[in-house]
């Protein structure tokens, strides 16, 4: 943990995550060096299935070799595919802690990101 240094969604303490990131092991913020916090994602959106030996259940890859139902190891990848709680393969145990730490977001940090509207676009705001 980063002595000192509190998550700025959840107020909870954070701890490095090498090159710039820091983690809040309460509500899963990722925050990078200089530009604050990554944008919330509801949980069907934000967690990469792990890579594991056993094929099925399919887990969510939490940080570090470890997975949001406690499996650890040093086998335990993220893979480049989205893990989707609502999927009947998707490991229990990691769908209630997804459920658990989604509701440690609070209201206020869940905006939606901005949608540029056509005028925005006609005065020069980037389409994006």
Do not use: Q
Not at 94 to 112: F, G, H, N
Not at 113 to 119: D, E, F, L, P
């Amino acid at each position: 943990m980063d002595r000192g240094v509190r998550c700025e969604v959840c107020g909870h303490p954070v701890r490095s995550a090498g090159e710039g990131l820091r983690v809040c092991a309460h509500c899963y913020a990722v925050t990078e060096e200089g530009i604050g916090p990554w944008t919330y994602e509801p949980p069907s959106r934000r967690w990469e299935r792990a890579e594991m030996p056993e094929p099925e259940p399919h887990h969510a890859y939490g940080f570090v070799n470890s997975t949001l139902c406690g499996l650890t190891g040093d086998d335990i990848v993220a893979s480049p595919y989205p893990w989707i709680p609502e999927r009947p393969a998707a490991c229990p145990s990691c769908r209630t802690a997804a459920a658990v730490i989604d509701a440690r977001w609070p209201a206020e940090k869940r905006l939606p990101r901005r949608i540029r509207s056509a005028a925005d676009i006609e005065n020069g705001a980037p389409p994006f």
